[in-house]
């Protein structure tokens, strides 16, 4: 930027003299000693100087004044938060219906009736994780299992009693070849058989342990949205200005959150907390239900569907939240 004699002066408080005007009128009163190029690079070094003498004065004046334009508070805002203001939507969860208990907006009752759906959502969620902990983690393969079915194979599979004198087969036999015979006893040893047999399958691409890695990384991308929900919230949480008291604004049909009081605050941390570790646990015993529980390719396939129903519980419990 090269600034000329013509320019109009930036003014100093207090002073209407201007800078350039003396480094030019001093270059010109040199002039006649030196050559044409000397004078014109004085000339472009002493507009240069007075650039910079020009920029460190506004930068000077806007700390004395505290002028700021609106692309100086734009850009203060984007190097302070390292992003533009997004907008939040809260979701259809009883998990941030929770967040208005005990606002004013709502009515002692309504805040009541909220808690209770947060606590219920609570005790589902606590149930579920008991009884998959102690009766769906482990294997149905288990040592004992195995003892169970040696004593058959002795007792029953190849006695006398049960040895079939049309076929000529024992009941291990017909029991095994569930293709040809259907046994008339031993149901539940060939039940078992059966869904071995359909777990291992005959292709090696298209099986039970091909379907539970499916249903694996299925369950975790859910688990995974539904920790990106609360990491949403969190940072919404980090955004919002803290004072004494939350301040609920209504923005057309919609309502917004201004400011955030400390004690909400804490309380939302305690709801984040409490999601994201029942979400954890949900995802740990969730894996050893979906390998451990059951062979059967059937069984499988509801025990995925019936995960992602638990985990969704809380959006069923926003039905009955108030004032939605």
Not at 7 to 16: E, M, T
Not at 50 to 75: C, D, G, H, I, Y
């Amino acid at each position: 930027v090269m600034l000329g004699k013509t320019d109009p002066p930036l003014p100093r408080p207090g002073d209407d003299s201007s800078g350039v005007d003396i480094l030019a009128s001093e270059m010109e009163n040199d002039a006649p000693g030196r050559s044409t190029h000397d004078i014109e690079a004085g000339r472009g070094m002493t507009h240069l100087s007075s650039v910079q003498s020009m920029v460190t004065r506004l930068a000077s004046w806007s700390k004395v004044f505290n002028w700021k334009s609106e692309e100086a508070v734009l850009l203060e805002n984007c190097c302070s938060n390292k992003e533009l203001a997004q907008e939040l939507r809260l979701q259809k969860s009883v998990w941030d219906a929770a967040i208005f208990i005990g606002c004013p907006q709502l009515t002692i009752a309504d805040s009541i009736f909220l808690a209770m759906c947060f606590s219920a959502n609570i005790v589902v969620l606590v149930i579920f994780l008991g009884i998959t902990y102690y009766v769906f983690t482990s294997s149905r393969l288990t040592p004992e299992l195995e003892g169970r079915l040696e004593d058959w194979r002795i007792n029953f599979g190849h006695s006398v009693k049960f040895y079939d004198q049309i076929t000529l087969t024992s009941l291990t036999q017909r029991v095994c070849a569930l293709d040809t015979y259907e046994p008339e006893m031993s149901s539940r040893v060939a039940e078992l058989l059966r869904d071995i047999r359909s777990f291992i399958g005959t292709n090696q691409f298209f099986n039970g342990p091909a379907l539970i890695r499916v249903a694996l990384l299925v369950w975790g991308l859910t688990v995974v949205a539904d920790l990106t929900q609360a990491w949403d919230l969190s940072r919404a949480l980090r955004a919002l200005p803290r004072k004494t008291d939350t301040r609920i604004c209504k923005d057309g049909s919609n309502l917004r959150f201004d400011s955030i009081g400390r004690g909400r605050a804490a309380w939302v941390v305690c709801i984040l907390l409490t999601r994201v570790s029942s979400s954890m646990f949900l995802w740990g015993l969730g894996n050893q239900f979906l390998c451990f529980h059951s062979i059967s390719t059937a069984d499988i396939l509801l025990n995925a569907v019936a995960l992602e129903i638990v985990l969704n519980i809380d959006e069923a419990m926003f039905a009955l939240c108030p004032w939605r």
